[in-house]
């Protein structure tokens, strides 16, 4: 598994830093308004885990799943897998993303979870890839800016291998292209 990786992006000791900071922010600005956090599952789980143990608040965790991706590149098409187990009408939404890359998986769940009325909805992610950007959304809250190649681990996936690295690494070209 580590030998298919070609560099380490972002290591466990940064992610560890980095998660706590913005947990500490997002308690900070949500303090008493009892949001939901909603994790984008599967490749939020490691991330969010981490996270929540840092927003030292009243909340509550809900998660969707949804699918968008078939190996490396989008299909475009978003189906929702999972949906949410409780009304979120009139409650402060918390989305929680592993990788902001098009924008379009996002900009399709935004909408959908707004015809039900939340009081608001904010986006945290992991990684944004801004140079892939098609859609016109935005995270609230980024914890790094990564450039345009393909990465793996703490949660996210190549062709569901590789959650399970405790660091962010650079997948080598030529296990996606073989
Ligand atoms: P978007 O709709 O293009 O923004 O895609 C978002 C989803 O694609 C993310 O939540 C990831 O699951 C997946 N994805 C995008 N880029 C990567 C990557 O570099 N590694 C692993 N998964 C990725
Ligand atoms: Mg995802």
């Known amino acids: 598994m580590e030998q298919d990786i070609e560099r380490v992006l972002i290591s466990a000791e940064e992610l560890e830093e980095k998660v706590a900071a913005v947990g500490a922010q997002i ?7 009892d949001p939901i956090f909603v994790g984008v599952l599967k490749g939020c789980f490691i991330f969010m885990a981490d996270l929540m143990r840092h927003v030292n608040i009243r909340c509550s965790v809900d998660f969707m799943a ?30 929680v993303e592993d990788i902001l890359d098009s924008g379009v998986t996002l900009n399709y769940l935004k ?21 892939r950007r098609k859609a016109d959304i935005y995270a609230d809250y980024s914890c790094f800016e990564v450039p ?31």
Do not use: C, W
């Open 148 to 178: 345009d190649a393909f990465v793996v681990g703490y949660g996210l996936d190549y062709n569901e291998t590789y959650r399970n690295l405790p660091y962010i690494g650079i997948l080598k070209p030529e296990i996606y292209t073989k």
């Open 66 to 95: 949804v699918s968008s991706y078939s190996g490396t590149t989008s299909t475009g098409a978003v189906k929702i897998n999972k949906d949410l187990s409780q009304d979120i009408a009139d409650r402060h939404i918390i989305l």
């Open 27 to 33: 308690a900070k600005d949500f303090e008493g308004k």
């Open 111 to 131: 909408k959908y979870l707004t015809v039900r009325k939340p009081a608001s909805i904010h986006v945290v992610t992991l990684m944004d890839k801004p140079a």
